[in-house]
């Protein structure tokens, strides 16, 4: 069974970066398929990016193409989800997730094994 710990949230003026980072322990990160996503009060999770196993295909929710990028060190069992741009709507919980023994890029929360604490994101305006 792996281990989610995400770090590298915080409170952010809006038109500026963040990279969050969530390392994987107790699996062969290899295994996993990992993605982001978030949740603002209120509302339900809701799906940021993903990438494959080997870091060779990402996903991205629509309104986060192009501002936001998630890559993987296999190396480190690290991924990283990259945020520039940041407006106040992005606010929220980020979580990591992982699917086991999947080669293609997740992309709902309901398929994902694992699940890390989450790490809160704040954007002012």
């Known amino acids: 069974q792996v281990q989610l710990v995400e770090s590298g949230g915080g409170l952010v003026q809006a038109g500026g970066s963040l990279r969050l980072s969530c390392v994987a322990s107790?699996?062969?990160?290899?295994?996993?398929?990992m993605g982001w996503f978030r949740q603002a009060p209120g509302k339900e999770r809701e799906f940021v990016a993903a990438?494959?196993?080997?870091?060779?295909?990402?996903k991205y929710a629509d309104s986060k193409r192009g501002r936001f990028a998630i890559s993987r060190d296999n190396a480190l069992n690290t991924v990283y989800l990259q945020m520039n741009s940041l407006k106040p709507e992005d606010t929220a919980v980020y979580y990591c997730?992982?699917?086991?023994?999947?080669?293609?890029?997740?992309?709902?929360?309901?398929?994902?094994?694992?699940w890390g604490q989450g790490t809160q994101v704040t954007v002012s305006s």
């Open positions: 997730a992982a699917r086991r023994f999947w080669n293609r890029a997740i992309k709902t929360a309901g398929e994902c094994d694992y």
């Open positions: 990438v494959t196993w080997s870091g060779g295909t990402t």
């Open positions: 107790g699996g062969t990160f290899t295994n996993y398929a």
